[in-house]
């Protein structure tokens, strides 16, 4: 006799689902990962531009000053641009920590019925095995019997 869960497709369904969400948490985590990499990449043009301000100002000529303010425009331009993906990154933090509730959800979902197959697994051998000693013991008793008689 072979131990056979009744809900496996219940089981195989809720780890579908789990590998589902887990990709949809995937994707939002790469989105964020993304945006804070642009965001790095803006910081370090503004350092550049900071420090090609720094040499020109150095250099104390007057045909470098349409140079340093072009160099402080675009500062001011990335500022702006950093606040708004700044915000874009809260927002798509945000949407991959409710992904990632939802993939906590799904995966305690999974592991309950994981568990209960576990225990009704555990449950079947144990089921098993006394029915193996009952006929062992059934089977010596009738030797015994035969012997005696």
Known sequence: MKFRFKLESLLKYRNQLKDEAQRDYRSAQFKVDQCLGEIQKMYEQMDQSRNLISQKERAKSNDQIPMILSSHDFISGQKIKIERKRQEARELMSIAE???????????????????????????????????NKQLDDLVTMRFRRSVV
């Open 98 to 132: 409710q992904k990632l509730e939802i993939l906590i959800a799904k995966t305690q979902d999974f592991e309950v019925l994981k568990k209960l197959k576990e225990r009704q697994h555990e449950s079947f051998k144990k089921e098993k095995k006394k029915k193996e």
